[in-house]
C-alpha cells in the first residue's frame, strides 16, 4: 500500500487507527443480482474491520453468468398472470393483452389502462 513501508509496522500503525484484517480462505464468491450473477474463481478475500464497519475486498477471476433457467420460470409465470389479470380486468383477447403488455414494456398497470 505505502511503497518502502515495513510491513510490521503497517500492521502497528493499521491496528493504532483501529482497522484488522482477516484473510478469508474461499474457493468461489457468488454475487446474485435479478439480470444473473457475477462469480469470483479462485478469490483472494479479505475482512477488513475499521471502527466498528465491516468490509470485504475480494479479487480474483470474474466471470458473468446469465439469469438461471428458475428465474426465466419465475419471469414467465408472472407474465401469464399478467396477461390473465389484463383479461379479466379489460374483457380483451389473449393477443390484444399480450401486445399491450409489451407496449407497457411488462408494466401491468399501464397495460390495462391502455386497454381501458
Known amino acids: 500500500?505505502?511503497?518502502?513501508?515495513?510491513?510490521?509496522?503497517?500492521?502497528?500503525?493499521m491496528k493504532q487507527m483501529g482497522i484488522s484484517q482477516e484473510i478469508i480462505d474461499a474457493?468461489?464468491?457468488?454475487?446474485e443480482r435479478e439480470g444473473g450473477n457475477i462469480v469470483i474463481e479462485d478469490p483472494e478475500v479479505v475482512?477488513?474491520?475499521?471502527?466498528?464497519?465491516?468490509n470485504f475486498q475480494i479479487s480474483g477471476d470474474i466471470m458473468e453468468e446469465g439469469p438461471s433457467q428458475e428465474d426465466e420460470e419465475e419471469d414467465q409465470d408472472a407474465t401469464e398472470e399478467d396477461i390473465k389479470t389484463i383479461i379479466e380486468k379489460t374483457n380483451c383477447s389473449e393477443d390484444q393483452a399480450k401486445s399491450a403488455l409489451e407496449t407497457a414494456n411488462n408494466d401491468l398497470t399501464e397495460a390495462i389502462l391502455s386497454l381501458s
Not at 47 to 54: H, L
Open 1 to 13: 500500500m505505502f511503497p518502502g513501508l515495513n510491513p510490521k509496522k503497517m500492521q502497528s500503525v
Open 27 to 31: 474457493k468461489r464468491v457468488v454475487i
Open 47 to 54: 475482512k477488513i474491520n475499521m471502527q466498528g464497519q465491516t
